[in-house]
């Protein structure tokens, strides 16, 4: 697999020149998991070797190049290609693309052998259209770059708040999610560094009040059942609105109740009654308790032997046992296991070069082996990298000892603790390219985020996309209470957003003021 490659280099292959420093003047000159690709013309450089591009868009590779879809008996360079391609030959591109498409024959008319399948095809499809994006960067006057690369504060704003006081009848399907409609929303606005107005707040208490059951918990909607997902959504709404009215609507008593009865003889926890077991039910009941300062061994009892038991031999987390990987339930997993003061049970090693090795030349993150890059994993799998740094030395040794947040076996403090650890290793991903990446391909110019160029914005997207924007703005940061360099903030310096805790997603003033509530609360 590919992370195994990344982790274990083939000694034969000649190390890696150091990179020099990214420009915001065009800052793909990437060294991702490993792999350096170079996207600026001129001659090459000792050490480089010159691929077979098309005139003077073509491509030159340094170093171990391991790129994330290797595609049997087909040369490197005709696998990415397409995302060098000049812009000037978009016609040979396509006849590129074209012929490389499945087909019945055993091989193509070119002789390169089988054609690709669906799933290459619409990668490569996908990287040509991001490159052309990118493209747009080359050669432009800094002030226009900058224009470019700007977050449309406003814009946002706009989308968001429009649609906490009306939603289209095309989110009828969401009606069971309508506590998530509620975080996605306000959670973005708070990133944002904006605020609603009080009649909004007012109303959004009320709101989450008919969704909270009188047995404990929160459902997707008044006389829903309730549910760990809906539950984790609506407290996090309620810490993000921040007053001590959101605060004391949320009957901390009975929710602990419903944590319990959730709970299952294996440690692991149930969404809803006899629904189904998984890595996120974990992370959603251990983060609201968690937050709430109701958290005890009680609750967190197997759920780290659980975990552990997801993680597979790629190094990611799945849902269940004997799962594939997937980037949201190895943020969950790994944030669930940092809560409970277990992360020692897992291999964070092997869960750091996974994570690592699905950011690629794209500049954002697939959330899978061989899956299309998405914006909404800028979080989940960017959060994973800006945790692990804290977690002592990462070394296939981790001990009790070394990795423990805990003094007295009380779980309150955890959350606060993790902040003050310091960034030992630096980010362990290329933070100016994300940042590229969500502001040119994910960025709605009308307001909002997407998953990808070709998608329509959503409130998902535009949640997760803001809150890997700001962790990957605040990722070289060693305090949480100074501000990032410039340099560590692609564009213009207004882009920069509120920072967030990576182990909630909530903006951290907001965290800071729900801890001191509940601090003292019985």
């Known amino acids: 697999m590919k992370g195994d490659d990344n982790d274990n280099p083939c000694p034969a292959v000649p190390k890696v020149r150091p990179r020099p420093a990214v420009t915001q003047s065009f800052c793909l000159d990437l060294e991702i998991a490993g792999r350096r690709f170079c996207f600026s013309c001129g001659s090459p450089e000792g050490g480089r070797e010159r691929g077979d591009g098309f005139g003077d868009g073509e491509l030159r590779v340094e170093g171990p190049i391991r790129p994330r879809h290797i595609f049997p008996n087909t040369p490197l360079t005709q696998q990415i290609l397409p995302f060098f391609r000049p812009s000037s030959s978009s016609s040979s591109s396509s006849q590129y693309l074209k012929s490389m498409e499945p087909s019945s024959n055993p091989a193509n008319e070119h002789g390169r052998g089988p054609g690709l399948t669906a799933s290459q095809m619409e990668q490569l499809k996908l990287e040509a259209h991001v490159a052309q994006i ?3 960067l080359v050669g432009v006057a800094p002030h226009t770059q900058s224009i470019m690369l700007e977050l449309w504060r406003d814009k946002h704003v706009e989308y968001l708040t429009k649609g906490l006081k009306q939603l289209g009848h095309t989110f009828q399907v969401l009606d069971a999610n309508r506590p998530w409609l509620c975080y996605w929303i306000i959670h973005a606005i708070a990133v944002l560094g904006e605020t609603i107005d009080s009649q909004l ?13 009188k047995e404990g918990g929160y459902a997707g909607g008044p006389g829903q059942m309730p549910h760990l997902a809906t539950t984790y959504a609506a407290v996090n709404t309620l810490m993000t609105l921040g007053t001590e009215r959101a605060f004391s609507s949320i009957n901390r008593e009975n929710l602990y109740q419903f944590l319990l009865r959730m709970k299952e003889p294996s440690g692991a926890f149930r969404m809803h009654k006899n629904g189904e077991i998984d890595v996120r039910s974990c992370y959603t009941a251990i983060s609201v308790a968690s937050v709430l300062n109701i958290l005890d061994a009680n609750l967190a009892r197997g759920v780290g032997d659980f975990i552990a038991s997801c993680q597979t ?3 990611g987390i799945g849902g269940e046992p004997h799962s594939e990987a997937h980037g949201g339930y190895t943020f969950c997993g790994l944030a669930a296991m940092i809560l409970i003061d277990e992360v020692e049970k897992i291999d964070v090693p092997g869960l750091v070069g996974w994570v690592a090795s699905r950011q ?20 989940w799998q960017g959060a994973c990298l800006v945790i692990a740094p804290k977690l002592s030395p990462i070394s296939h040794d981790n001990s009790k000892e070394e990795s423990s947040m805990t003094r007295d076996g009380s779980y309150s403090e955890i959350g606060i603790e993790f902040l003050k650890r310091s960034n030992k290793t630096g980010p362990l991903f290329h933070h100016i ?5 969500i502001l040119m391909c994910s960025q709605v110019l009308d307001g909002g985020f997407r998953d990808k160029p070709g998608k329509f914005r959503d409130y998902y997207h535009t949640c ?3 809150s890997g924007l700001s962790i990957s ?3 070289f ?3 949480d209470e100074l501000r990032p360099k410039t340099s560590d903030v692609l564009g213009p310096y207004d882009n920069l957003l509120e920072p967030v805790h990576p182990l909630y997603n909530i903006v951290l003033s907001k965290y800071y003021k729900a801890r001191e509530f509940f601090s003292g609360a019985k």
């Open 134 to 136: 990118y493209r747009s």
């Open 201 to 213: 707040e007012n109303n959004l208490i009320d709101f989450l009040s008919h969704c909270q059951d």
């Open 313 to 315: 031999y790629e190094g």
């Open 360 to 379: 690629g030349i794209e500049c954002g993150f697939q959330g899978r082996v061989n899956k299309l890059v998405d914006g909404c994993y800028s979080f």
């Open 433 to 437: 390219a994300l940042q590229q990446y």
């Open 464 to 466: 997760y996309c803001l």
């Open 473 to 475: 703005q605040y990722c």
């Open 477 to 479: 940061m060693q305090n």
